[in-house]
């Protein structure tokens, strides 16, 4: 069991979604706006993907571009990023799948297949 945390109106969640469901995948699905992730979480989901901080921003996102990230986030500390990422979940790149020994973002089908062992 996965935990798939998404925003039901992005394209990119709604294939990634299907994805799971065509390939038997049993999820829990959590709405990222209603339900955003707290510190901890991304600290942790953060630890345990092995991935650059940067990864978990959605940098395509209206919200990144309103607060100029792209500019403010180098000067900012880990602990300072992971808050900011707390306050908003249209902040935080999506889909977000979550297992047992892994956490990844985005959709990119290879990486799932490969995570998820199908």
Avoid at 11 to 37: M, Q, S, Y
Avoid at 53 to 68: C, H, P, Q, V
Avoid at 82 to 103: A, I, N, Q, W, Y
Wanted: hydrophobic content about 35%; overall charge negative.
């Amino acid at each position: 069991m996965v935990l798939f945390v998404e925003y039901p109106k992005c394209t990119t969640c709604k294939k990634a979604k299907k994805w799971l469901e065509e390939n038997g995948v049993e999820f829990t699905d959590r709405h990222i706006a209603e339900e955003n992730p707290t510190k901890e979480e991304l600290t942790a989901w953060y630890q345990k993907s092995g991935l650059p901080l940067k990864r978990f921003f959605n940098t395509s996102g209206l919200k990144y571009k309103e607060l100029n990230l792209k500019d403010k986030l180098p000067s900012m500390s880990e602990e300072e990023q992971l808050e900011l990422l707390s306050t908003d979940g249209m902040l935080v790149k999506r889909p977000v799948l979550v297992g047992e020994d892994f956490v990844t973002t985005g959709f990119k089908e290879d990486t799932w297949k490969e995570l998820l062992g199908k």
